[in-house]
């Protein structure tokens, strides 16, 4: 990975922002995220967090397995805010009678 | 990290950070900032960033937000683009016998000078709309606005550390000892005593904890607020909202909920679904917005909601800034305590907000 290498994907982070944010003191993926915003897009850091983690051990000299990976935010999956407010009915939740409806052929959404 | 300084801020929150800088800036003293976390890992780092006036009441406490809030611009030529914006801010009100509280606002507000109009459901349509043709009006100021708390932090920090500041991070208070004329601090990572001359505490809501290494009993409470964040969304909300604000990137931030459990963090789900609603209560269109995260932070409230800011009162050179609004209120403060400190008096008289207040009756 050179400096301009894209670690986040959502955010357009490159390496060396991230080494920009240990430089600075950073020390867990946590803190790089408030500082750079690196992990807060769409993919909630599903794509960045074990390039970070690895950023971060390489340039303190620790085991990556001592780096803590992120906090986990609620809803996890994008999730429409409808859906949240329980207005409308989830698209995620499918009972089996749909799942064999779907099998002939119904389009379950829609 | 030499042992020996002349200030020792303890928290670099939104006020730790924002006392540093403005001291810095006199170029006099040997100054250090100890956090126990990283910045931005406490309550200043899980904030939506209103800087609100509007609605601060009585009269006098939304006086001190205003002064903080004309503030920003010229602290933004200072430490550089904290993406301050002063949107206006909007409340809104659903109910038609909410009209004479809005209209009693208004009057109180204007013996300050902070203009607040009551608007009608048309007019405030005009101006947002994206709001729900539901609500029965608001109240409206264009002094508000909002500000990135991450960027604010972090400049602050930068701006201080070019101006020799020093910081140490992950690294609590664990004890304090005054002396004579000067005071011994015990950290985490240091074997030896930290001395200094002065100690400020701002602390937030750890305030208590750290008051009570003094000696002293802080009164202040902590509450959560949980907020939810959509994926970026074309710009559509030109104000700040009671209750959301979309912010330079798109994203909408959205919450406005007080929960008193200490310093539990946690996202709930049944919170989280009402603030759901009452994104959708406020504009239709958003039950079609994608939701990316939510966080909550924790709050610090004074017991009687109002900042406690100056001397501490029995303690020789020691000085508190404890508050609600915090960033709202981070420039004006930063400013009076670095009077205080360096000058002895501050330009607004903050004898209204000593701890003293809660002493009389104890």
Redesign the interface.
Known sequence: MDKSTIVCRCEEINVDEIEGAIR?????F??IK??T?CG???C?SKICMNLVRELIATNLGVSISEIPPPRM???LK?????I?????SSSNVVSVFDEASLEAGERQND | MTDQYDIVIIGCGVIGSSIAYHLSEYKQKRILVIDKG????GTS?STQAWVWVHNKVPSWYGELSMYSAELYPFLERKIGDVEYKRTGGIAPFFAQTDWDKALRLAEEQAEVGIKVEVLTRDQVLEKEPALSPKIAGATYSDMDGNVNP?RLV?LY?KAAKRNEVE?S??NPVTEMVMEKDHYKIYTKNKKDAITTERVILAGGPWSKEIGELLGLDIPVKQVRGQV?I??PLAPFLKHTIGGMRQAENGEVLIGFSKEEVGYDRR?T?DV??ET??M??NYIPS??????????SGVRVIPEDGFPILGKIPDKKNAYIAAMHSGVTLSPLVGTLMAELVMVGETSICLKRYSLKRFMNYA
């Not at chain 1, 600075?24 to 867990?28: I, P, R, V």
């Not at chain 1, 949240?84 to 409308?88: C, I, R």
């Open positions: 600075l003191g950073a020390s867990t946590d803190d408030r500082l915003r807060m897009g769409p909630q935010r609620m809803p994008i999730t429409r805010l409808g949240l407010a329980g207005k409308t | 990283f910045p931005l890992s780092g991450f972090e920090i910081f991070f992950y939810i959509t994926e996202t789900m989280i679904q759901a609603q994104a959708i958003l039950a079609k917005a994608n939701i990316v995260r939510s966080f």
